[in-house]
């Protein structure tokens, strides 16, 4: 049994994903459902999923509970909500009381988008972030390699919240540079309420080409700064398939972390997830 700890979905047309811009996103611009998953998760061996919010819009949250509350394969939701809000600790109450509001494991913002590289260190988002943390629910972080430090900072000054770094914070693939990113990510590893997900590599390399060799800098980054049992596997499908099938995206992960042995291999496709999101 394996765990895919961080996928997406959207409908067209329910609303616009309004960052599917450019023609390299073009093969995005249509709907990915449920049911475009369910079989290529099985196929995979992959029999729970991490359902995880795409834009910041308050309406997504119930529909993904509903979806999760729904669905065989889905087994937690991470959401969206307005972390600078004062009222941010009712409206976590609130969506744990909609349907399917169990589902609810943790919050997200695209701080990649934030022009303040130091965004997460705000006052408002502070006491939003302990809010989360207060509701029992974790933290993932959707950034790029100059706010690491500052996702340092914000983990340091938050003991008690649990912060999920999604696509190793988004490394230079493409470039084959690793610094300053390995060094920032290995200083948030030293921190101990970091977790980091296997995922979204494929992405940031180069989409006309890419190689296990390739990838395998950053994932031994990642596996040697936070150790097995603090990482997950993540397809980041569709977004994905701009690069690789889910299929492969599950079998170049097998292959970056074979080298670690089957107990390792275990906490990255299941181990891990299930503590981190409580599943």
Same mark, same amino acid.
């Not at 979905?9 to 459902?33: A, H, K, Y």
């Given at each position: 049994?394996?765990?895919?700890?961080?996928?997406?979905?959207?409908?067209?047309?329910?609303?616009?994903?309004?960052?599917?811009?450019?023609?390299?996103?073009?093969?995005?611009?249509?709907?990915?459902?449920?049911?475009?998953?369910?079989?290529?998760?099985?196929?995979?061996?992959?029999?729970?999923?991490?359902?995880?919010?795409?834009?910041?819009?308050?309406?997504?949250?119930?529909?993904?509970?509903?979806?999760?509350?729904?669905?065989?394969? %889905?087994? @937690?939701?991470?959401?969206?909500?307005? =972390?600078? &809000?004062?009222? *941010?600790?009712?409206? !976590? /109450?609130?969506?744990? #009381?909609?349907?399917?509001?169990?589902?609810?494991?943790?919050?997200?913002?695209? %701080?990649? @988008?934030?022009?303040?590289?130091?965004? =997460?260190? &705000?006052?408002? *988002?502070?006491?939003? !972030? /302990?809010?989360?943390? #207060?509701?029992?629910?974790?933290?993932?972080?959707?950034?790029?390699?100059?706010?690491?430090?500052?996702?340092?900072?914000?983990?340091?000054?938050?003991?008690?919240?649990?912060?999920?770094?999604?696509?190793?914070?988004?490394?230079?693939?493409?470039?084959?540079?690793?610094?300053?990113?390995?060094?920032?990510?290995?200083?948030?590893?030293?921190?101990?309420?970091?977790?980091?997900?296997?995922?979204?590599?494929?992405?940031?390399?180069?989409?006309?080409?890419?190689?296990?060799?390739?990838?395998?800098?950053?994932?031994?980054?990642?596996?040697?700064?936070?150790?097995?049992?603090?990482?997950?596997?993540?397809?980041?499908?569709?977004?994905?398939?701009?690069?690789?099938?889910?299929?492969?995206?599950?079998?170049?992960?097998?292959?970056?972390?074979?080298?670690?042995?089957?107990?390792?291999?275990?906490?990255?496709?299941?181990?891990?997830?299930?503590?981190?999101?409580?599943?």
């Amino acid at each position: 049994m394996s765990v895919d700890a961080h996928h997406h979905v959207w409908d067209l047309s329910v609303r616009d994903q309004d960052w599917i811009t450019g023609p390299e996103l073009q093969p995005l611009r249509r709907n990915f459902t449920l049911a475009d998953l369910a079989p290529r998760a099985r196929d995979a061996g992959v029999d729970r999923t991490i359902l995880v919010q795409t834009i910041t819009v308050p309406e997504e949250t119930p529909e993904f509970l509903v979806l999760a509350a729904e669905s065989e394969l %889905v087994a @937690g939701v991470v959401g969206w909500t307005d =972390l600078t &809000r004062a009222e *941010v600790a009712d409206e !976590l /109450a609130r969506l744990r #009381e909609l349907p399917g509001g169990e589902y609810l494991k943790g919050i997200r913002h695209q %701080v990649q @988008g934030e022009p303040d590289p130091e965004w =997460l260190l &705000r006052p408002d *988002v502070r006491r939003g !972030l /302990a809010a989360v943390a #207060e509701a029992g629910l974790v933290y993932d972080l959707v950034v790029v390699p100059h706010q690491l430090p500052a996702c340092a900072k914000a983990a340091a000054v938050l003991p008690e919240l649990t912060f999920v770094l999604d696509h190793l914070g988004k490394p230079p693939v493409a470039s084959g540079e690793l610094e300053p990113w390995a060094s920032d990510v290995r200083a948030l590893a030293a921190l101990p309420n970091t977790v980091c997900k296997l995922s979204g590599l494929v992405t940031e390399a180069d989409l006309a080409g890419w190689t296990t060799d390739t990838l395998r800098p950053y994932a031994d980054t990642v596996l040697e700064a936070f150790g097995p049992d603090r990482l997950m596997f993540g397809s980041d499908w569709p977004v994905c398939t701009l690069a690789a099938t889910y299929g492969q995206v599950v079998c170049v992960t097998e292959e970056l972390t074979v080298r670690f042995g089957d107990t390792a291999r275990e906490a990255v496709f299941s181990g891990t997830a299930t503590r981190v999101y409580g599943l």
